[in-house]
Nanobody
Framework: QVQLVESGGGLVQAGGSLRLSCAAS????????MGWFRQAPGKEREFVAA????????VYADSVKGRVTISRDNAKNTVYLQLNSLKPEDTAVYYC?????????????????WGQGTQVTVSS
């Protein structure tokens, strides 16, 4: 069992930045691939970014590539999502997720554990 708790969401103007955090407990953090997904009202949950267990590699959705950075600090059992140059269309609930395999970074169905989500709202 893995518990994931997101934080760092909030209200920001277009062009601004936020740093989301996801704290993990219950398992050896370094053994998991970690992902970030988001879900806007009326839309399906979509992939944002993922980072593999060490040695780490990263992958990003085309919609956020160049504006988003995912990172992890295994000593703190925490994964981060740095959001820059935010747009109103980035408004969503952002979810942290974990999986024991690194084979399916972008597939939400392959993730085993999910956090409760944190709201990101970007105003125009």
């Amino acid at each position: 069992q893995v518990q994931l708790v997101e934080s760092g969401g909030g209200l920001v103007q277009a062009g601004g930045s936020l740093r989301l955090s996801c704290a993990a407990s219950g398992r050896t953090f370094s053994s998991y691939t970690m992902g970030w997904f988001r879900q806007a009202p009326g839309k399906e949950r979509e992939f944002v970014a993922a980072i593999s267990r060490n040695p780490s590699s990263t992958v990003y959705a085309d919609s956020v590539k160049g504006r988003v950075t995912i990172s992890r600090d295994n000593a703190k059992n925490t994964v981060y999502l740095q959001l820059n140059s935010l747009k109103p269309e980035d408004t969503a609930v952002y979810y942290c997720a974990a999986q024991s395999s690194s084979l399916y970074y972008t597939n939400k169905d392959k993730y085993d554990y999910w956090g409760q989500g944190t709201q990101v709202t970007v105003s125009s």
